[in-house]
Each structure stands twice: as C-alpha cells, then as structure tokens.
C-alpha cells in the first residue's frame, strides 16, 4: 500500500526531495535544497509517495503567487512537478498525489489547482488531468497547455501573452534564463558552458531570482531554449555542437530543456518551415527528435 510522506523544513535534510539524493553534496542538490527551504514559508508542499519500502513518486506545489513558472495562477495551487517512475505507472501513484494535493488546496481555502502540461518529455500530460475534470484553459508556444480546475467561479489561470517580446536572443552569444528550482540546471549549465567555449560562441547566465522574476521575465512557460538561424539536433551529453550559426537563447527556469528554431515569421519574415525539436533533461539524456 502506497504511502505520502510530507517534506517540510525539519524534515527535507533527511528525507530529501526524491531527485538527484544520490549526489547530495553536488551544486545543483545543495542550490535545490536552499531554494526549497526558502519556500517551505510562502507554503511550498512536498509530498513523497513510498510503496513497498520505496520511494515512488512525488509531488511539489505552490501557491500559484508564489509559483516559479511563467504562469497567472492568483490563488490557485500551482504544481512545479509531479512525477512517478515509471516501472509503478499504473497503479495509482499518481491519482493518489494528484487527490492530496488538491484535498490541500481545498481545504486552504485556494480557488483550484493548475499545472502546465505538454505531451513532450519530462513534463505531465494532460490525460490523468483530463480524467479528474481539468480543462486545458490556455497555450503557450511551441506545445505548452495550462489545466486547471476549479472548485468555484473564480477566474481562470493564464498564460503571459508577451512571448515574442521575451524571446529576442542575444546577438552573437547565448543567454540562459534559469533558476534552482530543479536540481539538475546546475550540470546543464556546465555542459552549455563547454559547448559554448568548444565553438567560441559567447555565453551568460541569468538567474531568475524570484518567482515574480520567473512570471515577468522567463522567455518559455517551461524550460525552452530558442535557437536562432541553425540549430540542429544535437547531444548534449558529448559537448558537441556542429553547424551553429546565429543566436541562441536558453531558458532553463525549471529542469526540462527543448529546442527550436527561432519563427523568424513571427517578426513578418519567411516562414522557414518545418524545424527540429529535441528535448533534454536530467544529466542531459538526449530525447525525443520529432517535427512540429
């Protein structure tokens, strides 16, 4: 029987946060663990699911005005993540999460529970939502959707709507948008760095220090870099970029990564065409390649 167990402040030294325990003293563990901390007092929840004396799962949410995502969710519960291995998938571990959570919020007082979904990698999607009578309320580009459910009348979450206006690359360079809310942006970092230095292409951080910073300034509802004129397909996890011309933008604000190329139409330019997308994540595992 599937067991939740909750993180709070006293807890999360020996409990964890279910990601990257093997590599505790790593810089992407400690960052996510001084980040959680600083949450767990604007009512951060974590909740870790235990079945069979393992860890299977887990679920993380937030007040939606403290929500580190590009998301309008005013008194919502905004889950960052919600995840269970996927060996388990099927036998409940997810409803199970997905009812506390919003027990919580229902019981706080909070208006519903949103969650950005897509039906790429490394992000929720919209099914096990779509069965607990979530409605997708809102899009963002390239594949993002905002669910949500209400437990009244009360509006409805929202996307931002100024996503041209965020995405102009750098000329000639790179800029990564991240923060610590996952604990693997740490390594992908490092590697964009080598990448970058590998093909003498100039590069910056910037951190997203707030979750207001993250909903006023993230170029992506989750986790999007933008490439500017090329930028194929490539492995990460070898530090290898060949055929990169022009600018790229990264934005690593919560743990996925995917790439495009920038739709020079949207500024009233060609419409180039089909582009490559490929998602990365997690000590930089290469996933899926599709058109779109």
Sequence with gaps: MAELIDVTAATAGDLGFFC???????????AKDAWL?????????????MAEGRWRGFIEWIPGDFAWRAVHASN??????????????????????????????CRAGLDGVAIVVSAGNWLAGERLFARNGYAVVDHAPPRFQLAAKRFGDAPLPIFPTDWDAR????DDGVAAFYSDQCPY???TLEAMRAVCAGQSIAFRAVKLESA?????????????????TTWPPADLSSHRRKGVRGSVEFALASGQLTQ???????????????????SVHSGLHSGRCERF
């Design 260 to 278: 495009r190329k920038v739709p020079r139409w949207r500024s009233g330019h060609t419409d180039p065409g089909s582009v490559h997308h490929q």
């Design 76 to 105: 919502y519960a905004l889950i960052h993540c919600i995840w269970v291995i996927g060996s388990t998938k099927g036998q409940g571990h997810g409803q199970a999460l997905l009812d506390d959570c919003e027990a919580a919020a």
């Design 20 to 30: 990257y325990k093997s590599k505790r003293k790593s810089a992407g563990y400690r």
């Design 37 to 49: 901390h600083a949450r767990f007092a604007e009512g951060m929840r974590l909740k870790l699911l």
């Design 167 to 170: 995405c102009r690359p750098d």
């Design 185 to 187: 942006i740490a390594d």
């Design 212 to 228: 207001k910073d993250v909903r006023n300034r993230a170029p992506c509802a989750y986790g999007v870099f933008w490439g500017g």
